[in-house]
């Protein structure tokens, strides 16, 4: 089982929404590990591992978003997972 990396800026209405609640719930439902959080410009970042076929799941649950937000863009990029995390959590803004 090869492990890879999504790292995802979502943007649109996606603060105040119960976004990262969202996206947690999303992950641990999918077997992933990572974080997510808000970011100062008003998006929310997601960095998550686990197999490509869970992610892609993720991924479209990003550009869904939970029934309050508004997504409008999506940047998603793919790398090799470092395997460093031990589960999936919401982290502070930055």
Known sequence: MTLT??????????QGVGF???????????GLTGWVRN???ESVEVLAEGERQA???LLEAL???PRAAFVTRVQADWDTASGEF???????TE
């Open 5 to 14: 990396r999504l790292h995802a800026t979502v943007e649109g209405r996606v």
């Open 63 to 65: 550009r869904r978003g």
């Open 39 to 41: 970011r100062w410009d």
């Open 55 to 57: 992610l892609e799941k």
């Open 20 to 30: 990262r609640y969202f996206v947690l719930e999303a992950a641990e439902t999918l």
């Open 86 to 92: 031990a589960d999936f959590r919401v982290k502070p």
